[in-house]
């Protein structure tokens, strides 16, 4: 849809830019809400902004004022009055205003609006100025005056052009006769229903000559306190007798005002403007979306974590950590013990060949009922924190976008963590060093432990063994084995020690790894969308704000 502030053209006055402000807004308000608010609450708005816009466009030195009233009002007879032309046929020869007549006050610029309301041409007629005897402050130049059709006619046609051409009005004239200016059906279905279109309604009280004199006060009294009962409490109401002539300069004093300060086009633009974007806010709302808090971001985050099993999956990398380092690390004699106890890993289904894969099957089950219904819970309360105070169409549409059909979260989530690489499968390069020190010093030991064997043997048996002599007093084969001993014992220590070090090193990194990568899929499958409509939302409420004024 195009904005009306490129196309518009000056027309208005100082008025024109402040309803092509407007207009823009309300455009702006109903292309963010496309697909969030139902079509047919968008409709009259889009018709409306399609509409003013052309309205804008055209000339603004003319004021259409639209005669509206029921059969026997004396419609026609005013529009002839107010012309001083025979145009509109009355009484018998016309008893309903069955199609609109249009009389424009000279004829520039108002061809284009008499082809914009579809006005047939053998029903429009240009009144020149120069045929004008009235006075300054009665001259109707500018003007477009239109008679409708009755909107009491029995024909459906009728019915549809006077509701069509009533939404063209620049000002709106409702012609009521005495007898029937209470009549339920203009102020039920018209009057009433466009109490907001107050500044651009003038009432009329026709045929006030078959009123008795000291009564037409009184009527005319009861006529605003109807008026006012409806919520039009400050429109003009004008006693007018058509056939005398009556009123009929305080009526074209009245009209000629408007046209001069232009106002009534403005005014009237104005009016559906609000009336439309009022209509808008009733279903969208105007309030201020919270959106998400920093708080409710890291809520999400620690629900879907939790969800996904990363505190399990980190317990699991460190404890793996330090059985591994024991496996490769520890004194062989403790290893080859370590085979008669439960491992751990195996009963995880884990070979020693960790792979990030195997550990998330073996701590984290395929997803299951109570993981998905979390992820979800946590999903559907983060978007209802950042919909707080907006209305259903907008709180649906946000709930729809965070956890649309066949996009599963949970699958996802899984995805990234399986795709996430710790390098957990392979044994680190000190392992393998620590491994074979411990070798050496356990082949030492028993080399000590052997060299004794064979000294008590040759001291049993009465054959001699070499001396291998001493060590600050102490055998070498003894302090060979015993240093072996203790040796390998501190390094298992040590390694152990180093273990829990490298596991919580581990656990940690690979808890930011994990986070990051779910942090990746929350913010691709559930903060972006949601922020995508919170902006939509934001572009919605800035135009429909801009279009209230």
Not at 89 to 106: E, I, K, M, Y
Not at 132 to 150: E, F, I, M, Y
Not at 278 to 303: F, I, K, M, Y
Request: hydrophobic share 45%; with cysteine.
């Amino acid at each position: 849809m195009t904005s009306p502030s490129a196309t518009a053209e000056p027309g208005f006055g100082g008025g024109r830019s402040d309803a092509a402000a407007r207009l823009d807004g309300l455009t702006r308000a109903v292309e963010a809400s496309r697909g969030r608010i139902a079509a047919d609450v968008l409709a009259p708005a889009e018709a409306l902004s399609e509409r003013a816009l052309e309205r804008l466009t055209l000339s603004g030195e003319h004021t259409i004022v639209a005669l509206a009233g029921a059969t026997g009002s004396g419609k026609s007879s005013l529009f002839n009055s107010l012309t001083d032309l025979e145009l509109a046929g009355v009484g018998v020869r016309r008893p309903t205003t069955s199609w609109a007549l249009a009389c424009a006050w000279g004829p520039d610029g108002a061809q284009g609006l008499l082809e914009w309301m579809g006005i047939p041409a053998r029903h429009q007629v240009s009144r020149m100025s120069m045929l004008d005897r009235s006075s300054a402050d009665t001259k109707l130049d500018g003007l477009v005056l239109l008679d409708l059709p009755d909107h009491d006619s029995t024909e459906v046609s009728h019915h549809l052009e006077m509701d069509r051409l009533v939404t063209y009005a620049d000002l709106l004239v409702w012609v009521l006769d005495p007898q029937k200016y209470a009549d339920a059906a203009i102020h039920d279905r018209y009057i009433r229903p466009m109490a907001s279109y107050a500044d651009v309604t003038l009432v009329v009280l026709n045929q006030i000559d078959r009123i008795p004199y000291e009564e037409r006060e009184r009527a005319l009294a009861d006529v605003r306190r109807i008026l006012a009962d409806e919520g039009l409490p400050d429109v003009a109401v004008i006693g007018v007798s058509a056939t005398r002539g009556d009123g009929v300069d305080d009526l074209k004093r009245e009209m000629a005002s408007r046209i001069r300060a232009k106002s009534s086009a403005k005014s009237r633009l104005g009016s559906d403007i609000s009336s439309a974007a009022e209509a808008l806010v009733a279903v969208g709302g105007s309030g201020q979306a919270p959106g998400l808090t920093p708080a409710d971001r890291e809520a999400l985050d620690s629900a879907l974590v939790d969800g996904a099993g990363v505190p399990q999956i980190v317990d699991a990398i460190a404890a793996s950590t330090r059985r591994r380092t024991a496996q490769y690390t520890d004194w062989p004699v403790v290893r080859w013990l370590d085979r008669f106890r439960d491992d751990p890993l195996k009963d995880l289904g884990l070979d020693e060949d960790l792979s990030m894969s195997a550990l998330v099957r073996a701590v984290v089950p395929e997803a299951g009922n109570v993981q998905r219904a979390s992820a979800e819970l946590a999903i559907r309360h983060a978007a209802e924190k950042a919909s707080v105070g907006l209305t259903p169409p907008w709180r649906d549409s946000i709930r729809d976008v965070s956890s649309p059909p066949g996009d599963d979260v949970v699958d996802a989530l899984d995805s990234a963590i399986h795709g996430t690489s710790l390098g957990l499968a392979r044994p680190a390069a000190w392992w393998r060093i620590v491994q074979a020190l411990q070798i050496l010093l356990f082949a030492t030991m028993l080399a000590g432990l052997g060299w004794l064997a064979v000294q008590g043997i040759g001291h049993l048996a009465s054959f001699d063994v070499p001396d291998l002599g001493q060590v600050g007093g102490v055998d070498l084969a003894v302090f060979a084995a015993g240093g072996a001993l203790v040796a390998g014992l501190a390094l298992a220590v040590l390694s152990r020690l180093a273990a829990r070090i490298v596991g919580r090193h581990k656990a940690k990194r690979a808890d930011q790894q994990l986070r990051a990568a779910i942090d990746r899929v929350t913010t691709e499958r559930v903060i972006a969308p949601i922020q995508s409509e919170l902006d939509a939302y934001g572009a919605y409420r800035s135009g429909i704000l801009a279009a209230l004024g």
